[in-house]
């Protein structure tokens, strides 16, 4: 286990290390359809930095790592998750998500989730219309322990992206589909007389087709994201207890390229095409950790990281903070986060907030709002109830 921690951990050192900023560098973030699916739609990890793919299994796993689902104390649940998005801009987008899970036995679990991002209403000037894009995904997976402390999960998921909703231009909504391969492990270890949990997550996410909204040859790739984290639990006793992770990701899709490399004697349009479009999104994983134009630096620069922390009280209130960095060439997403959780036998509420750190962030001031139900509480409260009638 020490040999995977200090890998997992390597990797997200070299990434803070990294993060340096070249004011010289062109702004070049990765260029890919469907967005939505890059979005957190859960309160919980919004309130911790956007970080999930390593901290305790709870229903809303399903988009961070379905791998910890078997790890989950419930046998199952289901949770409705809502997100005005860029509210400082605008008042009509938003992205809604229902996740949930049930354990069969001890050792597997079925989990699904529906996404749904609504665009609000765009008028088209020139034509004197009104449209309404959206995107929406639907998911299913399968998860299982390999091990007492070991598990890993596949998610299958349809993508559809219609941001025309109406067609007059000759483009069509795009059709796609895609694949998570997670694992995720989970152990214990003292310190002083504390049992503390220390658990790591590696997830691949959004593996699949690519994305073609009709009207042009080229297709779009999907955010197929890498993803490394650890979390550590320390209990200070029966009521009081604190985790706090690190993470990292980068999108694993080439870098679009605004410029031909000198000597190359192909124009810039047929670079663009060759280098970009017309690779597989497959091949563009392993193109996206060697193909940035600044090399090395620039490559390390593609990597985003993630700081959370969680505190509980008796297992029923939770106060949580985060920070997300992204570097300035890559998107510029630098924020802190904050939020809180009640826990009940029956149900969880969890909140989550924004702060900007860089200017002109058009996430500050998110909001998210999760509400889960344990469906095993439900079950011993109503048959509670039933057993008072008779």
């Known amino acids: 286990m020490n040999r995977y921690i200090l890998l997992i951990a390597a990797f997200l050192a070299a990434s803070a290390l990294h993060a340096q900023d070249d004011p010289n560098q062109r702004f070049n973030p990765e260029t890919y359809g469907v967005t939505s699916l890059s979005i957190a739609p ?22 961070w790592n379905a791998a910890k689902y078997p790890f989950n104390i419930a046998r199952a649940g289901v949770a409705a998750s809502y997100t005005p998005w860029l509210r400082k801009i605008v008042s009509d987008i938003n992205l809604a998500n229902v996740s949930g899970f049930y354990r069969i036995g001890d050792y597997s679990a079925v989990s699904g989730s529906f996404t749904y991002f609504s665009l609000g209403e765009v008028t088209v000037t020139e034509g004197d219309y009104t449209i309404k894009p959206y995107e929406m995904a639907f998911d299913v997976a399968y998860s299982r322990m390999l091990t007492r402390c070991l598990s890993m999960g596949v998610t299958l998921r349809y993508i559809r992206s219609d941001m025309s909703n109406n067609y007059r231009d000759g483009s069509s909504a795009g059709n796609a589909f895609g694949a ?5 492990r989970e152990g214990y270890l003292m310190m002083g007389s504390r049992e503390c949990r220390l658990a790591w997550g590696i997830a691949l996410t959004n593996i699949g087709t690519k994305i073609n909204y009709g009207g042009t040859t080229n297709s779009e790739f999907l ?23 690190v993470e990292a990701y980068k999108i694993c899709i080439p870098t679009f390229p605004y410029e031909v490399p000198e000597g190359d004697p192909r124009s810039l349009s047929q670079y663009q095409q060759e280098e970009f479009y017309d690779v597989s999104s497959i091949a563009g994983i392993f193109k996206s950790f060697a193909d940035a134009p600044g090399g090395f630096k620039e490559e390390m620069q593609e990597i985003r990281w993630c700081l959370g922390m969680e505190y509980t009280y008796n297992d029923r209130f939770m106060l949580r903070f985060g920070y997300h960095h992204e570097n300035q060439h890559k998107g510029n997403r630098q924020y802190l986060t904050v939020g809180a959780g009640f826990h009940m036998s029956v149900f969880t509420v969890d909140a989550a907030y924004v702060f900007a750190t860089s200017q002109t962030n058009p996430l500050d001031q998110t909001m998210r709002f999760t509400l889960g139900f344990d469906l095993d509480g439900m079950k011993d409260l109503f048959g509670r109830k039933s057993s008072r009638r008779r």
């Open 42 to 63: 859960d309160a919980r990890a919004g309130s911790m930095g956007d970080m999930g793919v390593a901290t305790e299994a709870d229903i809303n796993s399903q988009h």
């Open 180 to 184: 998570d391969i997670t694992f995720y």
């Open 223 to 245: 955010p197929t994201t890498l993803r490394l984290g650890i979390n550590y639990l320390v209990p200070f006793n029966q009521y009081n207890k604190l985790s706090f992770g």
